[in-house]
């Protein structure tokens, strides 16, 4: 499933083996992972997660100056993003802690470069949680790479592969070209036939008449 490299026994490269079977929380440390600099695709993470098993709670946290847009691109990414006007850290630790009581969950996976969540990691592993830790050089906390049983680097291969993200929206606008062409025939061919029915119901109003207007001749006759 994952080959470990060379004598870094915790770091582990996809091999495309089988699925693993733990159920896993993604917790996301927006403000230190999601940067220009790092460009991350979070399907590339989803990717290289799905070795080790199912992601059960991801989790995305984000400060009060996180743009629309990008909050609009981790929902359509399938993650829930989670805004604190205070310190993303603290938020982020306290449902890490919260997570060591769910018997859903056996593996707990920080994306972060931060040494804050030392503490809530090695609670998490005395309570018999494995933890896997996503981070990028540069400040990428030793203390925390050398606690996990775990660690993924995210180089080149996790960038955002911008052709890829062009392609996906293309093809959106497309869907969305194509569900409005839908309806606007759905709409078309309704308005023809309303057309068809008052027409129809005009020359059954004519007919009447005609038939009235000759019943009144027919007994002026007699």
Not at 42 to 71: C, H, M, P, T
Not at 79 to 94: H, T, Y
């Amino acid at each position: 499933m994952w080959k470990k490299l060379g004598n870094l026994k915790k770091f582990y490269v996809r091999t495309g083996g089988k699925k693993g079977t733990n159920k896993m929380a993604l917790l996301i440390d927006g403000p230190n992972m999601l940067r220009k600099e790092f460009n991350v695709d979070l399907d590339k993470i989803r990717e290289a997660l799905d070795e080790f098993g199912d992601i059960v709670i991801g989790r995305v946290y984000l400060n009060q100056y996180a743009s629309d847009k990008l909050i609009e691109a981790i929902i359509n990414q399938g993650f829930e993003p989670k805004i604190s006007a205070g310190d993303v850290d603290v938020e982020m630790a306290v449902d890490g802690t919260e997570l060591i009581f769910n018997d859903n969950i056996d593996t707990i996976v920080y994306m972060t470069r931060d040494a804050d969540f030392l503490p809530a990691i090695r609670k998490a592993k005395e309570r018999g949680k494995k933890i896997i830790v996503v981070g990028a050089e540069p400040g990428f906390s030793t203390a925390i790479q050398n606690i996990a049983n775990h660690v993924i680097k995210v180089e080149e291969d996790f960038e955002l592969d911008k052709e890829k993200l062009e392609k996906k929206k293309k093809e959106k606008e497309s869907m969305r070209s194509h569900h409005d062409n839908n309806n606007n025939n759905a709409n078309t061919v309704s308005n023809a036939d309303n057309k068809n029915e008052d027409k129809n119901e005009l020359n059954n109003n004519e007919e009447e008449k005609d038939s009235i207007f000759k019943n009144k001749i027919n007994w002026l006759k007699k």
